[in-house]
């Protein structure tokens, strides 16, 4: 009797960033020569499991996308099967058993799932009805628990950096005060990283709540310093004592979404009322998720998408797998669970302060 080569499905969910299409092509590739496995792409993150919207990965399909940002697979931020809303907004519920039916139809043997924290925690809970699951992380935020960092964050760190670089040198031309807002949702490591590398002045993150009179009154003793330009880095869920995260509503296919967004604005504002210093805002926006990975997250996607290959290979249930001091580890999916935070007090956050930089606020000991 033929025996069945094992079939891999696999999904990117959620937000994109760059290295998605290395990873895809590292699991497609080491399933099919290292581990004589199949692998079917899911379209779409989880919708495509739902709707069974499914293309065959081989190596023809997966030639040439190593350096290309987004996904072949195509993404979607809220697909989910435990409460799927479709394409024309109708509430369907919970269809998990729907998709589980789907994965077994197309014959999946095990799934690895591509995602940040939402994306991993529904993988987690399908892995839960006892479909093999493999979690990869990626997310530009570089929130996942569990993992040192994750597929996406050090391009996105790389785009800052050099956004910052170039208005500096403007910021000294003209003397102003530069506010930078980057992404990160509620965790601020992207700020705190990019703002360091990039020899930012300030850096406001979500987890140390900024007082406006520490925040405009580092610029001004610096411009009585005769320091007359300075760069500002706000994480976009950055927010002052007291006060809540910034968010703007957008108006998406006909309905209202409210998302973070003009932390940077507010953090001028309160800049500009108390210093003598012109003060402009830049919000890198979605220029920080798109284009080429660095070289460093294609070898990150090259390890984690070799080693979840493996894992599916054999089947493994529920593993997530990550890099924890520089070495590939796979460990319970659960671990994954919730999104980490920069510790005020920890290593990141006292080094930032001994070179000088205002974090916004004094530290707490
Ligand atoms: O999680 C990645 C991320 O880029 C966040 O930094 C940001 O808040 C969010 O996604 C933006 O999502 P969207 O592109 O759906 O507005």
Redesign the pocket.
Known sequence: VATRRTRIGLITG??DCPGLNAAIRAVVKSARIDRGCEVVGIEFGFKGLVERRVRPLGLDEIHGIIGRGGTILGTT?RADPFHYVDDAGNDRGDVSAEALKNAEALGLDALIVIG?DGTLGIAGRLGDLGLPVIGVPK???GDVMGTDTSIGFDTARSVCVDAIDRLDTTAEAHERVMVVEV???DSGFLALHSGIAGGADEILIPEIPYDGGTLAGFIDDRRRRGRTHAIVVVA?GARPVGGAPSVEEHHIRGRGEV??GGAGKVAADVIADAVDLEVRVTNLG?LQ?GGTPTAYDRMLAARFGVHAARLASQRAQNRFVAIRHDAMVDVPLAEAAGRRKVDPDGELARMARALGLSLGAAPRR
């Open positions: 959620g937000g931020n940040g997310t530009i935020d992404m990160g949702r976009e998302k973070l979605h998720r």
